[in-house]
């Protein structure tokens, strides 16, 4: 049987080669538009349903159900002057605005600074540093708060200011962890490679330390929506007013809907938080 009647390998029978296979020079090709390579998967999704929805749909369960309880309970003149005229909006209106300032002057202080604390120069300043931040959560703070009400006098500033000292430390502590805890191999590598100072923070060490970082900053949020209540002390407003109220009059349904607002509130800020968490973090650095 000559070459051209055989198989590959010269076993088979004429005619019995695979579709798309034939001979060239005497040895067997096949044709790669037959049979096309598969396409390879891509990376799993990093938020779920299991992310999305949730947390959403229980929290949305215990405001509906507050609601129901709330109008069905008898309200005397008292309580329902602390509950009407767009009263509770406005305190969530104001403890959202108090969270979110906080958090945004700790963001601008914290990470520039624990970042600096990992410089060449300013690295044996850190333990100070992170020492008198730690003072400032250690401290009681409602202490703090009325220390600051006594320097500065009453208003949200004031309470902005004792938010910020109180939260500072989750985001400089992490952010100081995060940026040691790099492989210095790593940073030799790419400052080996002609990358600048600048160029190393912002595409190895930063990036690489982005998990921690957000850790921290996702619990100095949470501990804000908690001390944004007491604002209502350095007259900040909130929904700490809603529960003072309630608890000064004496009237169960006020108090109860404030304390449910700011759970709900620090809950779903905590959910939020943790998408961002889940989409900043880079591929390979995820939690298993």
């Known amino acids: 049987m000559s070459p051209s009647h055989q198989a590959p390998g010269g076993r088979g029978v004429p005619g019995t080669r695979p579709p798309g296979e034939h001979d060239v020079g005497g040895q067997a090709f096949r044709d790669e538009e037959e049979y096309p390579s598969p396409v390879p998967a891509g990376p799993p999704r990093r938020i779920t349903w299991r992310k999305l929805v949730p947390v959403p749909l229980a929290l949305a369960a215990i405001l509906a159900l507050t609601y129901l309880w709330i109008t069905g309970v008898h309200l005397d003149s008292i309580a329902r002057n602390s509950l009407d005229d767009g009263n509770v909006r406005l305190r969530v209106w104001q403890h959202i605005r108090l969270t979110a300032v906080s958090t945004f002057w700790v963001l601008v202080i914290a990470i520039p600074l624990g970042i600096a604390l990992t410089r060449r120069r300013l690295r044996r300043g850190a333990p100070v540093v992170t020492a008198v931040a730690n003072v400032g959560q250690a401290t009681p703070a409602i202490g703090l708060l009325a220390l600051l009400v006594i320097w500065l006098g009453i208003g949200p500033s004031t309470a902005i200011i004792g938010m910020v000292i109180y939260a ?112 900043l973090t880079p591929r390979g650095l995820e939690a298993p």
């Not at 190393?200 to 850790?215: D, G, H, M, S, T």
């Not at 804000?224 to 002390?233: P, S, Y």
């Open 168 to 279: 500072v430390l989750p985001v400089l502590s992490n952010t100081v962890a995060g940026l040691r805890s790099i492989d210095p191999t790593l940073v030799e590598a790419a400052r080996g490679i002609g990358m600048s100072g600048v160029g190393v923070l912002a595409k190895v060490e930063l990036p690489l330390a982005v998990p921690l970082i957000l850790a921290g900053v996702r619990t100095a949020l949470v501990l804000n929506v908690g001390t944004a209540t007491l604002a209502t002390f350095g007259g900040g407003g909130g929904l700490g007013d809603l529960i003072t109220s309630g608890i000064q009059t004496q009237r169960m349904p006020v108090l109860v809907l404030g304390s449910v607002l700011t759970v709900v509130l620090a809950l779903l800020v905590d959910w939020m938080a943790s998408l961002v968490e889940v989409s």
